[in-house]
């Protein structure tokens, strides 16, 4: 799950790391006075999206000013000016794709004079099986072409799990992040509230991009992005409050409510596998013969008929996708129960498209007994191979 940056900052804060102050508005007229309250004299007006990249991103529309989704402004009215600008019209970044994210909500935030951008960031490191820090010199809003072109500039540093952060992991971060004087006393105050922030609200990535020096010599996070393990929502209460559904795509949402693992794609071939391995899979053999699925989605390995039908309508109900593969291999879930699922959602939503059904493993007899039974337009499929080349070849006529 994800949530804003103001929100992100906002927690952050709580644990004490060093953030200005800023007032969140969802209109035009509550900026002035948003503005009005902070100190001054420069303002940094962000549009609040599920996505980064907002400062290179582009607007569609004509009337957001030509400008991206962060400004400065020199007064109140100015901050008015570009909040209203911003909001209700919709930004495009590399991260939101061509459709872009509409603004809902503005940030805006007390101005800083900067000295330095640097990078700092928290997640899982997969390899090590540790919560690891990456640092690097090269912040603000490049750091992608810097990992690319020079990485010897970014530092990954493990954390012990059995001592947490020590002096020293914090003292290696500062190194690497070349900071002196009043700015390295902030750092080695601030890399221990980090990583305590990030195992305690089970994070799955903290991203302060650009964490800066100011001229003053002290440290400020200029910019935030958290997201949260799903797992582990059921553990905070405080930051399922937290959740826009507006931000979210209608059918990863609907999906979830299913506790159905659902991610929308660009292709035109939806598939519903049961395990995120089968389902990888599937999609790589699909693109094999030519075509790209619009879906990723695990139905997981108790499904009822229920979920089944669930699944299918959420499938169907994405009017890019031109043709369905079902792929099943039954262990803990049985193949008849995929087939009675399957048939009763065709009838339900009065499939329009082609269908093909690969069934095999526990009941597979049973599943393909039930699919050949009915005088519903379902294509049966043998193994993989032959679902995929039937369903593309079907697509596309």
Do not use: W
Request: aromatic letters at 4%; a negative charge.
């Amino acid at each position: 799950m994800n949530i804003h940056e103001y929100q992100a900052k906002q927690l952050l804060k709580s644990f004490g790391a060093p953030v200005a102050e800023g007032a969140v508005v969802l209109s035009a007229d509550a900026a002035e006075a948003a503005a009005a309250s902070l100190p001054g004299p420069l303002y940094v007006v962000k549009a609040q999206i599920h996505a980064g990249g907002r400062g290179k991103g582009k607007f569609k529309e004509a009337a957001a000013g030509g400008k991206g989704g962060v400004r400065l402004a020199k007064t109140p009215a100015e901050a008015v000016e570009n909040t209203r600008q911003m909001l209700g019209n919709t930004l495009v970044t590399k991260q939101t794709g061509p459709d872009g994210k509409q603004v809902n909500r503005i940030y805006i935030e007390d101005g800083a004079d900067i000295d330095r951008e640097l990078y700092l960031s928290v997640l899982v490191d997969r390899a090590t099986g540790k919560v690891a820090f990456i640092a690097s010199t090269e912040g603000g809003m490049d750091i992608e072409e810097v990992a690319e072109a020079t990485p010897e500039k970014i530092l990954t540093l493990p954390i012990d799990p059995v001592t947490g952060m020590t002096d020293g992991d914090a003292a290696k971060l500062c190194d690497a992040l070349k900071l002196d004087g009043e700015a390295r006393a902030d750092g080695m105050a601030l890399m221990p509230i980090l990583y305590k922030a990030f195992v305690e609200k089970d994070m799955d990535m903290l991203e302060i991009n650009p964490l800066i020096v100011m001229e003053n010599g002290r440290m400020r996070v200029l910019d935030a992005k958290v997201s949260f393990d799903s797992t582990a929502e059921f553990r905070h209460p405080d930051v399922m409050e937290l959740r826009d559904e507006t931000e979210e795509d209608p059918l990863e949402l609907k999906a979830s409510e299913f506790d159905l693992s659902y991610v929308k794609l660009d292709g035109n071939i939806g598939c519903m596998v049961n395990g995120a391995g089968l389902a990888m899979a599937t999609m790589d053999i699909i693109k094999h013969y030519g075509a790209e699925p619009a879906n990723f989605l695990d139905v997981g390995g108790g499904a009822t008929k229920e979920k089944v039908t669930e699944a299918f309508k959420i499938i169907t109900s994405d009017p890019g996708v031109k043709g369905i593969l079902v792929n099943i291999f039954g262990g803990i879930m049985r193949c008849d129960v995929i087939a009675e699922g399957v048939l009763a959602a065709v009838e339900e939503t009065g499939l329009a498209v082609p269908l093909v059904v690969r069934l095999e493993g526990t009941n597979v007899d049973k599943g393909k007994a039930i699919i050949d039974g009915s005088d519903l337009n379902v294509i049966a499929a043998n193994d993989l191979d032959d679902a995929a080349q039937k369903i593309v070849k079907a697509v596309q006529g």
